[in-house]
């Protein structure tokens, strides 16, 4: 069974940074594609970054390109999202999901079997 732990979320004005972590447990995690995912109050769960199983490839959503990036550790069983010039909106509860379809990107929560319990990031103006 897998089971996902997310930390690195917190307070942090407009304009700063956070770094989250997402620490996988089980064997699969190097073969999994992963995916963050946020949601904030009243709106549905959206995609924010996905990643290859090999670090390759990743996809990034239009709304933080350029400020966000995810990169993993399959030695340590660890996917990261590195945000910089963060804006109120993105405050939001913050999700790390692991793939059971293979080593593939996805920005489809559907193809991610796997869950965390998420981090609150919350940024002030």
């Known amino acids: 069974q897998v089971q996902l732990v997310e930390s690195g979320g917190g307070l942090v004005q407009a304009g700063g940074s956070l770094r989250l972590a997402c620490v996988a447990s089980?064997?699969?995690?190097?073969?999994?594609?992963m995916g963050w995912f946020r949601q904030a109050p009243g709106k549905e769960r959206e995609f924010v970054a996905a990643?290859?199983?090999?670090?390759?490839?990743?996809s990034t959503a239009d709304s933080v390109k350029g400020r966000f990036t995810i990169s993993r550790d399959n030695g340590k069983n660890t996917v990261y999202l590195q945000m910089n010039s963060l804006k109120p909106d993105d405050t939001a509860v913050y999700y790390c999901?692991?793939?059971?379809?293979?080593?593939?990107?996805?920005?489809?929560?559907?193809?991610?079997?796997?869950w965390g319990q998420g981090t609150q990031v919350t940024v002030s103006s």
């Open positions: 999901a692991q793939s059971n379809l293979g080593p593939y990107v996805s920005t489809l929560a559907g193809r991610y079997a796997y």
């Open positions: 089980g064997r699969t995690f190097s073969s999994a594609g």
């Open positions: 990643i290859s199983s090999s670090g390759r490839s990743t």
